[in-house]
């Protein structure tokens, strides 16, 4: 029998047995989930969703980077690369800015797809965020596509 293979794409409350991007054998099947030797060595059972079928490559966040001075604007854009070499960008904030934001804006309201509220922009803590929303398979819903024009080229 040929073996059935599944890659992770969401580690959840398994981040001590599971990694994002890695592929596991499936030994049983049951309803909604899957039974696998984990990353400690132990069989456990882990639900489907947080598994696509097969042995495949999963982007992993190479690098990131602020676009705009975080002591200057509310609303920060940052840029990250992949390893498959895409491109993505997000709007990064804190509870302090959006306040300050509301409090010098007429504003009432807003929506932002791609907004990521943090406690700081301490670099470590931007990087420690984007790694959780990366290992629970969020980071793209996250963050836009960054599509580089052509007229930035010259």
Avoid at 12 to 34: C, F, N, P, Q, W
Avoid at 47 to 72: A, C, R, T, Y
Avoid at 87 to 101: E, G, H, V
Wanted: hydrophobic share 35%.
């Amino acid at each position: 029998m040929r073996a059935h293979y599944v890659t992770c794409v969401s580690v959840g409350g398994y981040s001590h047995a599971l990694t994002r991007g890695k592929s596991y054998e499936v030994i049983k099947i049951e309803d909604y989930k899957y039974r696998i030797s984990a990353d400690h060595g132990k069989r456990i059972w882990v639900h489907k969703g947080h598994f696509i079928e097969g042995i495949s490559q999963i982007p992993s966040l190479i690098n990131w980077k602020f676009d705009d001075d975080i002591n200057e604007i509310d609303f920060i854009d940052i840029s990250m690369i992949f390893s498959d070499g895409s491109k993505r960008w997000a709007i990064i904030t804190t509870p302090k800015k959006l306040l300050n934001y509301f409090n010098s804006s007429d504003e009432i309201g807003f929506h932002i797809e791609n907004l990521i509220i943090m406690k700081t922009l301490d670099q470590t803590d931007v990087e420690e965020t984007l790694r959780n929303l990366e290992r629970n398979d969020e980071l793209n819903k996250a963050s836009k596509e960054l599509i580089e024009s052509s007229l930035e080229d010259g």
